[in-house]
């Protein structure tokens, strides 16, 4: 087997694994965050499955067999059912950084860069003195 030929295979292999930690991670998350609502009182698969239109089965074999091949829409179905919000970070393999979406953690994020508000609303005007409330 030639080099290149190991190099490819080796590849396909982290990709791989990647893909499936990715998505165990996922899992495992959000049975934390279901676990963490069972300690606050009862939060049964059944409410997961409503709020998400699927059938309790579905959403229970979800957590107890291999790690699910969720899209990104379902991903966000689950957060938002959950109510989580879900933040990312990427590790740099060879260098070790640790990237957000606004760049290398640690970093303040520039204004043009900066996190859209949570809040849907815009500002209240600044109220000067001199206007009427």
């Known amino acids: 087997m030639s080099s290149n030929s190991t ?12 893909r499936e930690m990715l998505r165990a991670q ?6 934390a965050a279901i676990v963490e609502k069972r300690k606050h009182g009862k939060y049964p698969l059944s409410d997961l499955a409503k709020a998400l239109g699927k059938n309790k089965g579905e959403v229970s074999r979800w957590f107890s067999s291999g790690a699910p091949n969720w899209t ?16 990312v970070e990427a590790k740099d393999r060879s260098t070790g950084l640790v990237m957000t979406a606004y760049g290398p953690k640690g970093r303040e994020p520039t204004d043009d860069e900066a ?17 009427p409330a």
């Open 72 to 87: 990104l829409g379902t991903i966000a179905e689950i957060a938002y059912a959950l109510d989580l919000q879900i933040t």
């Open 26 to 31: 996922f899992a495992s998350l959000f049975w």
């Open 115 to 131: 996190a859209p508000s949570s809040n849907p609303y815009p500002p209240a005007p600044p109220v000067r003195e001199d206007q």
């Open 7 to 18: 190099n490819r295979a080796a590849s396909r292999e982290v990709r791989s694994y990647d």
